[in-house]
């Protein structure tokens, strides 16, 4: 499971139990929002797998912008539909996908995982509480807490670094296949776990670039992160998901 594979997962998912409210009969919207690569898909995920057999429908939707750039609001609507509602490709607007969404739904217990970055995004899957039957949970990752705000959401949560006991493993297994760094790359190790500020994604992605690697390559790389700005994650995410060697273009400006 995705659960087993995570370091220090509890900390992010016990507040979140504790909003979602589990056994509560009543429509909740929770969001969690944080930087790019903090972790806020990683923790749904694992969310999904504990509670989805509780629910009537279960659907997660974690690539809404690639959704909704080839094919609207619409589109993403229609995965939302997409194993519940055959009729789904006569949907023509986003108002009639709004519509349909609630008829479908509005008597169902519903658990909905999407990621969002515009609110209109959420608008067209997740309106309102009325959009689903009793004992519903729509969980929402977004980067924007405004987006949350503004869409009229108490229920949030702020996911943040890894605490500096827990970020050295998830690099580790990266960069040597296993728990503890090598004798000689400890200090490295902790140093560049230090840089990246017990952000996951960063761990992950230097760990694998790293892997296999001399030291005097580690020192190179090392003495060059300062010139990485951990802002241009988002790229890093989509390049590094897509297979390429970005850290070597971030490292090695």
């Known amino acids: 499971s995705v659960e087993n594979q995570i370091v220090g997962i509890d900390s992010g998912l016990k507040p979140i139990n504790l909003l979602l409210g589990a056994g509560v009969d009543d429509v909740r919207f929770v969001g969690i929002w944080g930087v790019g690569g903090i972790g806020k898909t990683t923790i749904a995920r694992v969310v999904h797998e504990r509670i989805s057999n509780e629910f009537e429908f279960s659907i997660f939707i974690g690539n809404v912008r690639n959704i909704v750039e080839k094919g609207g609001l619409v589109s993403l609507q229609k995965q939302l539909l997409s194993g519940i509602w055959m009729k789904k490709d006569d949907i023509s607007n ?45 969980l929402i990752t977004t980067r924007n807490e405004r987006l949350l705000i503004k869409h009229g959401l108490e229920r949030r949560f702020q996911v943040k670094g890894l605490k500096s006991e827990d970020a050295l493993q998830p690099f580790t297994w990266k960069a040597f296949k296993k728990v503890y760094p090598e004798k000689y790359y400890l200090l490295l190790s902790n140093r ?32 060059k992160l300062g010139v990485c700005n951990l802002e241009i994650f988002e790229a890093l995410k989509i390049s590094y998901d897509g297979q390429e060697n970005v850290p070597g273009h971030c490292v090695f400006l």
């Open 94 to 138: 986003f108002h009639e996908g709004a519509m349909i969404i609630r008829r479908v739904l509005c008597q169902k217990k519903v658990l909905l995982i999407v990621d969002v970055n515009h609110l209109e995004q959420l608008e067209s899957v997740a309106g309102n509480h009325e959009w689903f039957g009793f004992g519903s949970r729509v």
């Open 192 to 223: 560049i776990v230090s840089y990246v500020k017990g952000l996951p994604l960063a761990l992950e992605v230097f760990g694998s670039f790293l892997h296999g690697r001399g030291l005097s390559e580690w020192n190179s790389a090392l003495g």
